[in-house]
């Protein structure tokens, strides 16, 4: 199955209703409607058709298990194409037009910066894949609507600290695309470094889409680092990795793992992507969650469920939410499915890895703790999870995984 752009716009234009056919009371009660807002284009697609099919699987699963709070879920689904703009005028679309009930998926910290106020005003929830700090808190998190599947920046700051430490650079500088992200990861390393006693040799921040950074890179370069912490996106990357080998720069890369991908070798070669150390969240990979996920992502879209981590991300989204709508029961609005979204995921029940397991431990009576495939998912007061981070190496033209850094 092929998740692209016009597929997706299909889906939200036709306001496809997936799984079972609703029977008996489902018929009577109205479908919780989703709106998915995946980055299909822009940077972030490399990840957005999958999110985009998770979203939709985790649908189908939930529906073919009879549905969340007597209700089926139902998918509308458009592109942010990873702009602020274009994410907000798809939001207004879903939420004024839709009436979803929920946004799942926004990936990028200026785009889901630019939404969450949209979806504020309309009391819906929030779940995003975004690092920046702003969003777990007033005035962007507020209501406390908004949930972040993915790592803070300052959780991904600190375990780039960690990683240099355990590589031996002493010399940092860091380099930040000019948006609440890019800063937010490289302010995070600066935190965490300094914090060991430690100094940042030099820090740029650029601004985005220019031909050409090579003033950044000499400005970096000029304070002699052993190693740059970025805080990128692939296209930037892109050019300013390009840019550091022809000048035959001497310095290794720490760079989050949606900006240094199978994506970046390819546009640039084995030579000049050799030995980089590109960081991301890693799954939940032992659970059963993630198992039946993976089994899902590979059926979907032909690779497996562990290329893309954002995929996971928001097929737990589904699972965990519509385990709070079962939590809440019929007819419960936003603020009484948001008090059981915590109580379904945290510490404390008993653990389950399927959204049917889940439901039949809630009818039963019991407390539940959903595992989820992308993380233990427990979250904290302000809505976040702490996932553990990948540490992979490039090696010709591969990326090998060689340590996980917890924090």
């Known amino acids: 199955m092929t998740i692209d752009r016009r597929t997706i716009l299909q889906a939200g234009a036709s306001a496809l209703a997936l799984g079972l056919a609703p029977q008996g009371a489902l018929a009577q009660a ?3 409607r989703i709106g998915a807002l995946n980055p299909v284009t822009g940077a972030g697609s490399p990840y ?10 985790a649908v189908e699963e939930v529906n073919a298990a009879g549905g969340a709070g007597g209700r089926q879920l139902q998918v509308f689904a458009d592109d942010t194409q990873t702009n ?39 009391n819906i929830l929030l779940m995003h894949t975004s690092g920046a700090p702003a969003l ?34 002493k010399r940092p500088a860091t380099m930040a695309f000019n948006n609440a992200s890019g800063i937010g990861n490289t302010q995070g390393f600066k935190k965490a470094w300094e914090a060991k006693g ?11 889409n220019q031909p050409s950074y090579r003033a950044e890179l000499q400005r970096v370069m000029a304070a002699r680092p052993d190693v740059i912490v970025m805080g990128s996106f692939l296209p930037d990357t892109t050019i300013i990795l390009r840019e550091a080998f022809q000048t035959g720069a001497n310095v290794k890369w720490i760079i989050p793992g949606w900006a240094a991908n199978p994506q970046l070798v390819s546009a640039l070669g084995n030579e000049p992507t050799e030995g980089i150390i590109s960081v991301d969240s890693v799954s939940n990979e032992q659970a059963a969650s993630f198992a039946r996920y993976d ?39 936003t603020a009484q499915i948001n008090a059981k979204i915590r109580e379904v ?22 407390k539940i703790n959903y595992e989820g495939a992308s993380s233990v998912l427990d979250f904290d007061e302000f809505g976040d999870v702490t996932p553990d981070f990948g540490v992979f190496f490039i090696t010709k033209g591969k990326l090998d995984r060689r340590y996980v850094v917890k924090i």
């Open 30 to 32: 109205e479908a919780f």
């Open 198 to 208: 430690n100094q940042v040799v030099a820090e740029v921040v650029y601004e985005p």
């Open 136 to 169: 777990s808190v007033q005035p962007a998190n507020a209501k406390g609507y908004g949930y972040r599947f993915q790592a803070t920046n300052d959780r991904f700051g600190r375990a780039f600290a960690e990683i240099a430490v355990k590589e031996g650079y």
């Open 295 to 333: 089994e899902a992502y590979r059926r979907k879209m032909s690779q497996p469920g562990a290329s893309n981590v954002y995929a996971a991300m928001t097929y737990d989204m589904v699972i965990a939410l519509a385990l709070a709508i079962e939590a809440a029961g019929p007819g419960a609005g």
């Open 48 to 57: 957005g058709s999958g999110m985009a099919a998770m979203i939709l699987a």
């Open 84 to 122: 602020p703009q274009s994410a907000v005028l798809a939001a207004k679309k879903l939420i004024e037009v839709n009436k979803v009930n929920a946004i799942l998926g926004t990936w990028s910290s200026g785009v889901s910066l630019a939404v969450i106020p949209l979806v504020n005003d309309a």
């Open 345 to 366: 995921s945290n510490p404390g029940g008993e653990k389950v890895f399927t959204f049917a397991d889940g439901k039949a431990a809630l009818k039963a009576g019991r």
